[in-house]
């Protein structure tokens, strides 16, 4: 290859490679949904990653946002029974979430463990709706990692149907970087499988699963 075809191909992958770049930081920008904090009723923390979720909610809970944080448990699965036969106690992810609010001086008054299990985070929006809806409540704050906090409020609005408000408040140690997010392999993964997650529910769970509460979400509500 000539000196001069090497030289444009360099500068077609260079040209590429700068327009790429704004639309890989656009992908992982989009994903995350910042909104300013206020007082609400309740911190909602997804299960998950830990264990910046739960740091997002002390640190909201010692601000004065909210005087309740609610966790939810996962589903106990074959290997942990296992475990218990074998007589080995290993923390689930609910119980660690308590541990380190407990640790960070949150009154055990102000931890909510809800009893009924959830695996996804459909069943966990249906679990704590229900629960909040019991208690009255208005607003919730929800806590999850930063790349799913769109799909995840998105989720929940739709089921609330306008009945409670929610606001999105992402982990802000869970590491992920909307202008890198493409430089690590799990996290392409990450980013990736939500993003057809997110397509899915816009092409179909919001036409065909019903709100739970309410009856549509109000426009303030929507994203």
């Known amino acids: ?32 949904l910042d ?5 609400a009723d309740a911190i909602v923390v997804l299960s998950g990653s830990v264990p910046d979720r739960i740091l997002e909610a002390v640190d ?6 909210a005087p309740l944080i609610i966790l939810c448990r996962e589903p106990e699965n ?14 689930r992810i609910y119980e660690l979430n308590v541990s380190v609010a407990r640790q960070l001086g949150v009154p055990e ?28 409540a208005r607003s919730m704050l929800l806590v999850t990692s930063q790349y799913h906090t769109r799909r995840a409020a ?6 609330a149907g306008g009945a409670i408000e929610v606001i999105a408040r992402p982990a802000r140690s869970g590491g992920f970087d909307p ?8 996290t392409v993964r990450r980013v990736l499988i939500e993003y057809q997650k997110l397509l899915l529910f816009h092409i179909w769970d919001r036409w065909k699963v019903q709100p739970q509460l309410g009856g549509s979400a109000s426009p303030s509500n929507r994203t």
Not at 60 to 65: A, T
Not at 78 to 91: D, M, N, Q, S, T
Not at 110 to 128: M, N, P, Q
Request: glycine share 6%; charged share 25%; net charge positive.
């Open 154 to 159: 998105a989720i929940y609005r739709h089921l």
């Open 35 to 39: 909104e300013p904090p206020r007082r």
């Open 109 to 136: 008054s102000a931890i909510v463990v809800l009893e009924r299990e959830a695996g996804s985070t459909y069943s966990e929006a249906r679990v704590v709706l229900q629960d909040l809806a019991e208690r009255g």
């Open 1 to 32: 290859m000539s000196s001069k075809k090497i030289v444009l191909v360099a500068v077609l992958a260079a040209a590429l490679w700068l327009t790429a770049l704004p639309l890989l930081r656009t992908a992982g920008a989009f994903l995350v």
């Open 78 to 91: 074959a290997g942990f029974r296992e475990l218990k036969e074998r007589g080995v106690e290993l923390p």
């Open 60 to 65: 909201l809970y010692e601000d004065g946002f």
């Open 179 to 186: 202008d890198a997010w493409w430089r690590d392999r799990m």
